[in-house]
T-cell receptor
Framework: AQKITQTQPGMFVQEKEAVTLDCTYD???????LFWYKQPSSGEMIFLIY??????QNATEGRYSLNFQKARKSANLVISASQLGDSAMYFC?????????????FGKGTMLLVSP | EAQVTQNPRYLITVTGKKLTVTCSQN?????MSWYRQDPGLGLRQIYY?????VTDKGDVPEGYKVSRKEKRNFPLILESPSPNQTSLYFC???????WGAGETQYFGPGTRLLVL
């Protein structure tokens, strides 16, 4: 079974609108971390936001927020007031385990296109 | 400037010709990883290293070798490249085994490899 599922291959949004990118995860480990990365057309991977499984509040970083619904095992990325520069591929990722090193597992990504 | 560097950024080679992709980080990070990214598959981990002289297989290690003789460097070696290793490769590093807030992985710019 996939550990990270991103069901939206692509999303379109108009500039200045908010958009939600879906991510569901599968783990039986009570300790885990959830990450979102942005990959623009230039190819680099840019860290956006992090949510820990024990965090009580949803993470926010500027225009990015993470809608963390633990019981539903979802960690959706919300981008408020989209900008043209937000057009990129977005990856959700998870790392399991509270200590020691473990693999960062990525979803297959969602392509976001922001139109003027 | 804190960064992960990879060289070369682009490489075209032929089947069977050994190649090395270098990775270096200047952040004194303990943990380093190699990923490959393929369309529709997201990023998959090839190998990782928890410290000098400590390496372990990720999800797709076949056909690859790594070494970690120094903390800052983590080269990826393809002894006998094949066309199915054509991909975009990322090196990444993180400070410690903890993946709490801020302990994210920092990615290099990527290496595009084409094996003919």
């Amino acid at each position: 079974a996939q550990k990270i599922t991103q069901t939206q291959p692509g999303m379109f949004v108009q500039e200045k609108e908010a958009v939600t990118l879906d991510c569901t995860y599968d783990t039986s480990d009570p300790s885990y971390g959830l990450f979102w990365y942005k990959q623009p057309s230039s190819g680099e991977m840019i860290f956006l936001i992090y949510q820990g499984s024990y965090d009580q509040q949803n993470a926010t970083e500027g225009r990015y927020s993470l809608n963390f619904q633990k019981a539903r095992k979802s960690a959706n990325l919300v981008i408020s007031a989209s900008q043209l520069g937000d057009s990129a591929m977005y990856f959700c990722a998870m790392r399991e385990g509270g200590s020691g090193y473990s693999t960062l597992t990525f979803g297959k990504g969602t392509m976001l296109l922001v139109s003027p | 400037e804190a960064q992960v560097t990879q060289n070369p950024r682009y490489l075209i080679t032929v089947t069977g010709k050994k190649l090395t992709v270098t990775c270096s980080q200047n952040m004194n990070h303990e943990y380093m990883s190699w990923y490959r990214q393929d369309p529709g598959l997201g990023l998959r981990q090839i190998y990782y290293s928890m410290n000098v002289e400590v390496t372990d297989k990720g999800d797709v290690p076949e056909g690859y070798k790594v070494s970690r003789k120094e903390k800052r460097n983590f080269p990826l070696i393809l002894e006998s490249p094949s066309p199915n290793q054509t991909s975009l490769y990322f090196c990444a590093s993180s400070r410690s085994r903890s993946w709490g807030a801020g302990e994210t992985q920092y990615f290099g710019p990527g290496t595009r490899l084409l094996v003919l």
